[in-house]
């Protein structure tokens, strides 16, 4: 909300310089984002008449303008703006004005023909212009105003004063109100709230005999006043108020529109004037609309209508979207002589339901949705009807004044204590009673049973955010100002702050990847759908997203691949290299429609390289230390998956529990995300990993040397290598510490269909030096039973 | 004999002095004074010499022998000395070449900054507390004093995956979810990826990660909320920072504030870090509102957390915007672009 500091005087006496006004408004709670100073920046515009135009010589798009700014005093200027014409009054720039953005006017020669000044746009005069009308947004300012030429557009049109562009916060609808924010400054000065004079003649004949008011639902609507307003004529509005409009951010339309944009933003209140004439039968209702209905919107869009909408509605239909626009069929127009006033009360979820749906979010569904004060209704409305009282109107004998019960007022038992012991500050008794009168509360004192001061607080109906009595200790605690409180440390029970096993275990692994050479990526946690069908995976689980802004947010990711391809793909420039990428995050998945969705913390890893240094085993490395560090001792075995080249892939095996899978991306989804190169990729569950994790306990290091034998076996092709070293592990005997195959060897003195594997095998014992025999021994046997088992060869030699 | 020792003593001397070989002075060792040395041969002689000449001729081919040797000994050492300097002085190397680094993965600074946080708040007793991201609207919204189409909503717009379900857009339901389960005294911090259906640009990502702390014990003051949270500006950011406490409002706390530190760029001089006001909003906190314990105990027989006699405060920081301010990074984006050229330099 942009608020006026000239307005806001109008209700409080002071004199205090803004940036400093700003300031202690700010540390009240009053926030204020921004102090806007147009008038600090540009200076020398005055009001022009353009007398005549005509072609400029040397350019199609140029024309000059005989602009009197003065009594008979011409000045010879040249616009290129096509919407200005003979008549028009127009700000111009005299040499040596500066505009917004730091510009300085000189006399200046255009394609040979002199200019001594400039026709300003909206934006040049430093206004944001959205309100204005279309031409003039791009073109010149083509003002609406009985100003006298050469008047000083600074001084007298645009923006003589500060205005303080406040941050309005969702439960104080009271700051959406230029009094709203002058209660708070009178009550940070100790001074009072004036309020403007709101008295009118009325009519004999009551506003009843005019209309009818029904309200279907009191639920929808507590509260609805209809005024009568008639012998208006419609007109530009005086200066003073269409100048303040616009320096609170809103366009100037006619009389009786300023008038309720004025007392808007005045009272709080949003308001809605029907042409009288335009309503068809005796009465207006407040209801939903039905179903099929449909409306024009003064901004002369069609909205098709839903029960879940509220609408005001005559005889024959809907004629306004409750709170949140008028229809077209009842606008006030230039015919207009009779108004209906509308002063109601909708209720907040109501309007903000329809407002959001329709993306229709004005003004007043703004100030409807943080709640309006029932009782402030009536006062709002006086103030209305005397301003245009004061324009001629005659005002019907009171209001229809439709309403259910009157809420309950609240009154609130308030301990000063109950302050001290939550700010941690003493709030004095006297103190407390001064900070709440100064906001409009009435607070009486009393003492409970156990002695204990209290005071009963009653709370002003347009303060809808205070219910309990924190919010009261809210209220002394910004009134006193934070930076009083004593700033102090927690006492109490000391606590050791501790981040968990799941937390610790995610941090351990990232530092071993880490230190194994691999960077650590963070892809987004949702997919554009199109990723399921590039890269063949399933779409089972994953969540579809009702509300995405792009595609691709419009599902939850069920898997790390797409997101860290992209991520190895984006950094494929030109010299890349080598990339291994890490990443420790979330996948969800839905597991049945209806259950509450399983989160999983997976470890994913993408390798690959311009050259010729990463393959399968590269990646595969990768995880055999992590399931090294976390003592497990797992399987990989082939599996076959559709995003994984058939032939390398497998799955991480803890006995028959899955653990995850990695291997080379088939290289037809490679091509499709256009990579040529062999892309590895692996997964592994680490919520998994870490439940099955192993403690580390100590074993004792060989105090006798280890004797290392190595072993080639020759065997069929199709037999895995992890089969011939379970088979040695399970025949070596206890002599037999470790095993680990080391070379493969195809070719020469190897059969077709065969191939040979060399294995390093390590024996030692605890308490003695081995013999060659008892080594000789177990790898006899370790023979005879791969000979048997796999009719494998000892390689001699 | 004489002579041909002296003879002897003279030529050796004279090998000695020329030769510059360490093997060739050994041979000239063997050769000379080994046990099949001329010297050796020459002492055959002996027998044949007076009586009276020999115990002369004996000392002095001893003498002689005992100065050769410790004459080759010496030259044995030198020869050595020269052997070994020159040695390493082939060995020589540029050393202002460059070294090898090795190559190393990176943790995400991100997960860094995160860290840092998670040591400064755990120093202070607070323990970390994990939440789905995937959360109910219960959690996220009502239980938080967040009604169904309250304007305050708009303070949070969420990603909706249909039935009651949403990506969380905070990390405060974990606030509740824990005091459901436990009981004061509580220090937590809840850490992770929140998403909001916020426009992309420098200072605003869809996704970002948040640490969303709170304290419930008797006695927790506004004051123990500063206390707090004037330890972590300064841990973070130096030890002389200031911070500032604006009112704000949140559903959940009452009061509630809006924190700032001081810039620590411009020292509080105003630039263009700060823009210009001297103070860098980092984090929104208060003291919990009681509303919030009700819902907290709503599945409990007998309540726990009486406002009257526990007290609590609760405070969430993005730990982008602390990530950004510490090091100096200027768009929220980068940490999820993934451009390893940037990932490398933290």
């Given at each position: 909300m942009l608020v006026p500091v000239s307005w806001l005087k109008d209700y409080v006496e002071f004199d205090l310089p803004t940036d400093e006004l700003a300031e202690r408004l700010t540390a009240r709670g009053v926030m204020v984002e921004e102090i806007k100073r147009p008038k600090d920046k540009i200076s020398g515009v005055v009001l022009g008449l353009i007398r005549s135009m005509e072609k400029h010589p040397n350019a199609d798009r140029l024309r000059l303008c005989k602009v009197e700014v003065k009594d008979g005093e011409i000045l010879d200027l040249i616009t290129g703006a096509p919407n200005v014409k003979t008549g028009d009054k127009v700000p111009v720039a005299l040499e040596g004005a500066r505009l917004a953005g730091g510009l300085v006017i000189k006399k200046s020669k255009i394609r040979g023909v002199e200019s001594s000044g400039m026709l300003c746009s909206a934006a040049e005069l430093g206004l944001d212009g959205k309100d204005l009308p279309l031409d003039q947004r791009e073109g010149v300012l083509t003002p609406e105003t009985?100003?006298?030429?050469?008047?000083d557009l600074v001084e007298k049109y645009l923006l003589n004063d500060d205005m303080l562009l406040l941050e309005t916060f969702a439960n104080r609808p009271d700051m959406l109100s230029i009094i709203g924010v002058a209660r708070e400054t009178a009550s940070m000065l100790g001074k009072p709230l004036k309020l403007p004079g709101t008295t009118f003649p009325e009519d004999e004949r009551p506003a009843s005999d005019y209309i009818k008011v029904r309200i279907k639902d009191f639920d929808l609507c507590s509260r609805y006043m209809a005024r009568i307003i008639s012998g208006l004529k419609i007109g530009p509005s005086p200066e003073w108020m269409s100048s303040r409009l616009r320096l609170a951010g809103v366009r100037s339309i006619n009389n009786i529109v300023d008038v309720t944009n004025y007392v808007m933003l005045e009272y709080g209140q949003p308001f809605h004037a029907f042409d009288y004439a335009l309503l068809k039968g005796e009465a207006i209702n407040i209801r939903p609309a039905k179903k099929g209905e449909e409306m024009i919107t003064i901004d002369e869009s069609k909205i098709p209508l839903a029960p879940e909408m509220l609408v005001i509605a005559d005889e024959e239909g809907p004629v306004a979207l409750a709170g949140v626009m008028g229809g077209l069929n009842s606008e006030v127009n230039n015919d207009t002589t009779k108004i209906l006033l509308e002063i109601a009360c909708f209720q907040p979820a109501s309007i903000r339901r329809t407002s959001v749906n329709l993306g229709m979010r004005s003004e007043s569904s703004r100030r409807f949705e943080k709640g309006l004060d029932y009782y402030g209704l009536p006062a709002a409305a006086d103030r209305a009807c005397s301003l245009f009282a004061s324009m001629g109107g005659r005002i019907a004998k009171g209001a229809v004044d439709s309403a259910a019960e009157p809420p309950k007022t609240l009154t609130i038992d308030f301990r000063p204590e109950r302050a001290s012991a939550i700010l941690g500050i003493t709030t004095g008794k006297n103190q407390c009673i001064n900070i709440l009168s100064s906001l409009g509360m009435k607070v009486k004192e009393k003492t409970s049973k156990a002695g204990q001061e209290i005071l009963s607080v009653d709370i002003p109906s347009f303060r809808p955010d205070i219910i309990r009595e924190e919010d009261l200790v809210e209220e002394v605690a910004r009134c006193i100002g934070y930076d009083k409180i004593p700033t102090t440390l927690p006492g109490g029970v000391t606590l050791i702050g501790t981040q968990g096993e799941e937390e610790e275990f995610r941090e351990h692994i990232a530092d071993l990847m880490s230190a194994a050479g691999v960077v650590e990526v963070i892809t987004p946690s949702l997919h554009p759908e199109q990723v399921f069908e590039t890269f063949d995976i399933p779409r089972e689980g994953s969540m579809k997203v009702l509300n995405p802004l792009v595609e691709e947010q419009s599902y939850t990711r069920n898997s790390l691949l797409p997101g860290m391809m992209k991520a190895l793909k984006s950094n494929m420039t030109p010299s890349w290299g080598c990339i291994k990428f890490f990443e420790i995050s979330k996948i969800y998945l839905e597991a049945e429609p209806d259950s509450f969705p399983w989160e999983k913390d997976i470890m994913g890893i993408i390798m690959a390289s311009s050259g010729n240094d990463v393959d399968f085993f590269t990646l595969k490395g990768r995880f055999e230390l992590v399931f090294q560090e976390l003592g497990m001792e797992v399987d990989f075995e082939p599996v076959q998956l559709p995003f994984f080249h058939p032939g390398i892939s497998a799955e991480v095996l803890l006995g028959r529990k899955s653990l995850g899978c990695l291997g080379r991306v088939h290289p037809e989804v490679c091509q499709k995300v256009d990579i040529n190169v062999p892309v590895f990729f692996g997964a592994v569950d680490l919520g998994h990993a870490r439940r099955l994790a192993r403690k580390k306990y100590y074993e004792p290091v060989p105090r006798f040397p280890v004797i290392e034998r190595d072993l080639a076996f020759i065997i069929d092709e199709g037999v895995l290598c992890s089969n011939i070293t379970k088979e040695i592990e399970s025949s070596g005997g206890e002599l037999l510490r470790s095993v680990k195959c080391f070379d493969q060897y195809r070719g020469k003195q190897i059969p077709d269909e065969k191939k040979s594997l060399a294995f390093r095998l390590v024996f030692s014992a605890p308490d003695r030096t081995l013999t060659d025999e008892e080594v000789g021994r177990s790898i006899n046997n370790i023979v005879k039973n791969l000979s048997g088992k796999f009719d494998a060869r000892l390689r001699e030699g | 004999m004489e002579d041909q020792l002296n003879k002897l003593k003279e030529d050796t001397e004279q090998k000695i002095r020329e030769i510059d070989d360490l093997d060739l002075l050994q041979e000239l060792k063997v050769a000379v004074v080994?046990?099949?040395g001329e010297l050796t041969l020459i002492l055959r002689g002996l027998s044949s010499v007076p009586d009276e000449d020999r115990p002369r001729l004996g000392k002095m081919s001893n003498d002689i022998k005992q100065h050769l040797i410790s004459l080759i000994d010496e030259k044995e050492a030198r020869l050595k000395q020269e052997t070994l300097s020159s040695r390493l002085m082939e060995e020589r190397v540029d050393v202002t070449m460059p070294g090898q680094i090795p190559e190393t993965g990176r943790i995400h600074p991100l997960r860094r900054t995160l860290r840092r946080m998670k040591e400064i708040f755990e120093g202070m007793g607070f323990s970390v507390k994990e939440g789905p991201e995937v959360e109910t609207e219960y959690y996220n919204f009502e239980a938080l004093n967040i009604p169904a189409q309250h304007a305050s909503r708009d303070m949070w717009d969420s990603f909706y995956l249909g039935r009651?379900?949403?990506?969380?857009?905070?990390?405060?339901?974990v606030q509740v979810r824990v005091m459901e389960k436990e009981e004061p005294p509580l220090r937590v911090i809840s850490i992770g990826k929140c998403f909001r259906r916020d426009a992309v640009d420098a200072s605003h990502f869809w996704i970002f990660n948040q640490v969303e702390g709170f304290m419930v014990d008797e006695g927790v003051t506004f004051g123990d909320l500063k206390g707090v949270l004037l330890n972590f500006a300064r841990e973070m950011f130096g030890k002389e920072r200031r911070i500032k406490f604006i009112p704000s409002y949140f559903p959940f706390t009452e009061p509630s504030a809006e924190i700032c530190v001081d810039c620590f760029v411009c020292k509080g001089k105003g630039c263009r870090s700060c823009g210009g006001s001297g103070w860098l909003e980092i984090l929104g906190a208060g003291m919990i509102n009681p509303a919030v314990y009700k819902w907290a105990d709503g599945l409990r027989e007998k309540p726990v957390y009486d406002p009257e006699k526990y007290t609590g405060f609760a405070f969430g920081i993005g730990v982008e915007r602390i990530a950004m301010l510490a090091n100096g990074i200027?768009?929220?984006r980068l940490f999820y672009e993934n451009d390893s050229r940037f990932l490398k330099q933290f």
């Open positions: 009985d100003l006298p030429l050469g008047a | 080994g046990r099949k009651d379900l949403l990506l969380r857009s905070h990390t405060s339901p200027d768009d929220i």
